[in-house]
Nanobody, 126 residues
């Protein structure tokens, strides 16, 4: 069992930065891939970034070069550093955990993720 809690969202201007945190419980945290997904009003949940349990990282094209995902297994935490934020980044951001997922085809879809956080709101004004 893994429990996830997101934090770090807020209201910022375009061009600003935010760092989202995903805090997890569970002794086997290091065996899980952690993904970040987002959902804007009227849109489907979208893959944003993921880090596999082996350390590989993946990003949706629209955030490459702006967002960086990292993990600190000693702290049971995953972070999403978001720079150069744009209004189109506005959404509720969720983190999720998938056991021993480590390929692009797996971690970029919602299907393998067994655990989800409650979400944190990110709003970027223009």
């Amino acid at each position: 069992q893994v429990q996830l809690v997101e934090s770090g969202g807020g209201l910022v201007q375009a061009g600003a930065s935010l760092r989202l945190s995903c805090a997890a419980s569970g002794r086997t945290f290091s065996s899980y891939a952690i993904g970040w997904f987002r959902q804007a009003p009227g849109k489907e949940r979208e893959f944003v970034a993921a880090i596999s349990w082996t350390g590989s990282t993946y990003y949706v094209d629209s955030v490459k070069g702006r967002f960086t995902i990292s993990r600190d297994n000693a702290k049971n935490a995953v972070y999403l550093q978001m720079n150069s934020l744009k209004p189109e980044d506005t959404a509720v951001y969720y983190c999720a955990a998938a056991y021993k997922a480590n390929t692009r085809a797996v971690v970029t879809t919602t299907r393998p993720y067994d655990y989800w956080g409650q979400g944190t709101q990110v709003t970027v004004s223009s």
